[in-house]
T-cell receptor, first 114, second 113 residues
Framework: GQQLNQSPQSMFIQEGEDVSMNCTSS?????WLWYKQDPGEGPVLLIA?????ELTSNGRLTAQFGITRKDSFLNISASIPSDVGIYFC??????????????FGKGMKLTVNP | GAGVSQTPSNKVTEKGKYVELRCDPI?????LYWYRQSLGQGPEFLIY????????DSGLPNDRFFAVRPEGSVSTLKIQRTERGDSAVYLC???????????FGQGTRLTVV
């Protein structure tokens, strides 16, 4: 099935460092979402973006909806050990048949060394 | 309930057997989704319900897979004649409406041996 291009695939950082990740698509999305998944759990929503160009923050997290509607990025500032996990981007296609489903990236595995 | 609940959390079955996976969505959520997540991959869409009807089943891989939501709440994903390639985590999500944010359950890990 269709998946977004998410990069990097993994990152190893020191506690306190910032980390950035992004997602790109060949098609336009109506909504961009960022999820975090811990082992044995389902994805948990971090940030939702609804308008092209929108920049949204949630604590130490900042995400942007690209102006072309084909990309998004997520920044985590001042990382802490509990930021460890897999981060997924997800896009909801433009309104039209089957647009309700989410298309996910492959995920970015984050390791934070204390 | 407080969140999306999926049962069982783990299921091991023999190749060729039939399995049912259950999803209890968040109370009041009309939209319900099933996704499948293979190891090292992001979730992939299977089917979407709005109320009792399957509004989009384009992600079901073949006719061995079927899902129902007879009363617009609980949903069951049914897999016939299971194959080893069906092994994955099956995730259920629900949202207030088709445009709402989707909240996920913890998933059912299916292993076909």
């Amino acid at each position: 099935g269709q998946q977004l291009n998410q990069s990097p695939q993994s990152m190893f950082i020191q506690e306190g460092e910032d980390v950035s990740m992004n997602c790109t698509s060949s098609s336009i999305f109506n909504t961009w979402l960022w999820y975090k998944q811990d082992p044995g759990e389902g994805p948990v929503l971090l940030i939702a973006l609804y308008k092209a160009g929108e920049l949204t923050s949630n604590g130490r997290l900042t995400a942007q909806f690209g102006i072309t509607r084909k990309d998004s990025f997520l920044n985590i500032s001042a990382s802490i050990p509990s930021d460890v996990g897999i981060y997924f981007c997800a896009g909801q296609p433009s309104v039209g048949g089957g647009s309700e489903k989410l298309v996910f990236g492959k995920g970015m595995k984050l390791t934070v060394n204390p | 309930g407080a969140g999306v609940s999926q049962t069982p959390s783990n299921k091991v079955t023999e190749k060729g057997k039939y399995v049912e996976l259950r999803c209890d969505p968040i109370s009041g959520h009309t939209a319900l989704y099933w996704y499948r997540q293979s190891l090292g991959q992001g979730p992939e869409f299977l089917i979407y319900f709005q109320g009792t009807g399957a509004a989009d089943d384009s992600g079901l891989p073949n006719d061995r897979f079927f899902a129902v939501r007879p009363e617009g709440s609980v949903s069951t994903l049914k897999i016939q004649r299971t194959e080893r390639g069906d092994s994955a985590v099956y995730l259920c999500a629900s949202s207030k409406s088709w445009a709402g944010v989707a909240f996920f359950g913890q998933g059912t890990r299916l292993t076909v041996v």
